[in-house]
Nanobody, 127 residues
Framework: QVNLMESGGGSVQPGGSLRLSCAAS???????????MAWFRQIPGKEREGIAV????????IYADSVQGRFSISKDNAKNTLYLQMNSLKSEDTATYYC?????????????????WGQGTAVTVSS
């Protein structure tokens, strides 16, 4: 059973930066390296939005247009931890951010493709 635990959320002013972490347990080390893992975010009343995915030994990444060039997804295989570095934050980035992992290995930002979810961490961007 894979368990995911996010941390690093908080409040920041527009233009600021935050780094989210997602600690994964239940993976063998080689499986974590190959896993398809992603970050999603959700605003109350709206659908969960996939914003960044990282998959496979080559570390293939895909970003949503809304965060391209500002956010960066990465992982530390030694620590079984996924990260989301968020720079140049805007008020519209305010949301609850979720880490997710898929049993498959296809890079996708579609929420229904993911089998495991963290509990979420809140990010507020406001002056």
């Amino acid at each position: 059973q894979v368990n995911l635990m996010e941390s690093g959320g908080g409040s920041v002013q527009p233009g600021g930066s935050l780094r989210l972490s997602c600690a994964a347990s239940g993976y063998a080390s080689e499986n974590f390296r190959a896993a398809c893992m992603a970050w999603f975010r959700q605003i109350p009343g709206k659908e969960r939005e996939g914003i960044a995915v990282l998959v496979g030994w080559a570390g293939t990444t895909i970003y949503a247009d809304s965060v391209q060039g500002r956010f960066s997804i990465s992982k530390d295989n030694a620590k079984n931890t996924l990260y989301l570095q968020m720079n140049s934050l805007k008020s519209e980035d305010t949301a609850t951010y979720y880490c997710a992992a898929a049993q498959g290995t296809r890079a996708t930002l579609v929420a229904s493709e993911y089998n495991y979810w963290g509990q979420g961490t809140a990010v507020t961007v406001s002056s």
